[in-house]
């Protein structure tokens, strides 16, 4: 058993086998399925958020292609983002 422990890459589960070594071959496998059923979690709830932030970039994508384009020089907008604005320092034109 210790042979086998000390040729493992170190993880999470060689940690755990060094810290409380196994008493039967039983066990091990016992202890090894369960990190393996963690490490699949993991890498479930990983490719899960990886499709979730994708989907909500696509709704982002088609929010601001439907958002109103003001154009330039209008004077009044309906679209007021903020309710305070810092004044200028120079003119509009030179800006």
Do not use: C
């Amino acid at each position: 058993m210790h042979h086998m422990v000390t040729t493992l890459r170190p993880t999470p589960f060689v940690n755990n086998l060094s810290m409380e070594p196994a008493a039967s071959l039983n066990e091990l496998t016992r202890r090894a399925a369960k990190f393996m059923q963690l490490e699949e979690l993991r890498e479930f709830r990983n490719q899960v958020g990886v499709e979730a932030r994708g989907y909500k970039g696509k709704e982002k994508e088609k929010e601001l292609q439907n958002r109103p384009v003001v154009g330039r020089g209008d004077k009044h907008m309906d679209n007021h983002r903020f309710t305070r604005y810092t004044s200028l320092n120079a003119e509009r034109g030179r800006i």
